[in-house]
């Protein structure tokens, strides 16, 4: 095809784009928990996915053209690690998306896509050092504008493409929540993953053991009961439930807080998140799910609920809550323990 054989550096601006762009859009999907933002955000990270298939045809043509030649290019080693990784990072996705959230061997397809992903950044780098693209005038061009634009255009219709096939068909991924989270245990807590941050293991607390409250001793048995909210736990591992969560509010538990203030979450394995005082009155620390007491891996016997956050700020086994000076802005996106 005539314009496949003009395939060249703008092929491989364009993929750069998506992929880097694809990347940051993908780290701000598992930080982002209220729709419709997260709706947007999802729907802009696997448009981008899919553009990156879209490209095939040009990319293909250029990886043809550049074996014929028979040289040694530097980073020609890191080039293929990259489109292999890509490809294999773009295939999970897809798979997460029409099959929603399963268990293929000891990994989901969530996670082989989020490995991927990672894995493939020192190869970007080192591709780009090894063949680096200066910006030029004619970027900026009318007509390249226009590609532009109609690249995207085939990005959302091939997104649309795939998730209208996933509908027609009553694949399970249609049935995704606007993260791209599938739905697994909703109104029945024991059939919920058990999932926690990175490595965190499932403590053995043994009983009722206490927890400190802005510097007091408050007892399991204290909390239960108060009050009771349905929440969606939103978990970054591709799955969520909407759950009836009972158990006492942290304005009930804390005295009258200044506005410039923060609230310290803190687990037994050291695990913490930071919330806005202003938060308090929408935070929960719950004793149970759908009625019965939460389980280990839950987070017995006290976890925390945040409404509107993903479930990586739903700390487990809280074993104290801290008032702070801090801004509560002041910490890491994600956990780094």
């Known amino acids: 095809m005539r314009s496949a054989r003009r395939a060249g550096r ?11 762009l694809a990347l940051a859009t993908g780290v701000l999907a598992f930080a982002v928990g209220t729709l419709p933002a997260a709706t947007v955000v999802a729907v802009t990270h696997g448009a981008l996915g899919v553009g990156l298939l879209v490209l095939i045809p040009w990319k293909s043509f250029i990886v043809r053209r550049a074996q014929r030649r028979r040289t040694n290019r530097p980073g020609r080693v890191a080039g293929t690690a990259l489109g292999v990784l890509t490809v294999a990072c773009v295939a999970s996705g897809l798979l997460h998306a029409l099959a929603g959230y399963r268990l293929y061997g000891p990994v989901t397809a969530l996670q082989v896509h989020v490995g991927t ?12 050092a090894a063949h680096p693209q200066r910006p030029r005038r004619a970027d900026l061009s ?3 504008l226009l590609r532009t634009a109609g690249l995207g255009t085939a990005s959302l219709a091939a997104y649309g493409a795939v998730e209208g096939v996933s509908s027609l068909l009553g694949l399970p991924g249609a049935r995704r929540r606007g993260t791209g989270s599938a739905e697994v245990g909703s109104g029945t807590p024991e059939l919920m993953p058990v999932t ?14 206490g927890l400190r409250i802005h510097g007091r001793n408050v007892r399991r048995a204290e909390l239960d009961g108060t009050d009771e909210l349905t929440a969606v736990l939103d978990c970054t591992g591709g799955w969520y439930a909407e759950q009836v969560w009972s158990g006492t509010r942290l304005n009930r538990l804390l005295d009258e807080l200044p ?3 923060s609230i310290d979450v803190v687990s037994v394995t050291g695990y913490r998140r930071r919330f806005p005082a202003s938060d308090a009155a929408h935070l929960l620390l719950a004793t149970r799910a759908g009625g019965a007491l939460l389980s280990a891996g839950h987070g017995a016997p006290v976890r925390l609920v945040a409404p509107g956050r993903r479930g990586f700020w739903w700390v ?7 008032v702070v000076d801090a801004p509560w802005w002041l910490q890491s996106p994600f956990p780094l323990q």
């Open 259 to 261: 506005a410039d203030a």
């Open 196 to 209: 926690q941050w990175v490595s965190d293991p499932v403590p053995d607390l043994g009983g009722d053991h």
């Open 142 to 144: 009318r007509r390249v």
């Open 10 to 20: 703008r092929t491989n601006v364009a993929l750069l784009s998506l992929l880097s």
């Open 117 to 128: 992903a990672l894995a493939l950044i020192p190869f970007l780098v080192a591709h780009v």
């Open 316 to 322: 487990k086994w809280v074993a104290e809550v801290r």
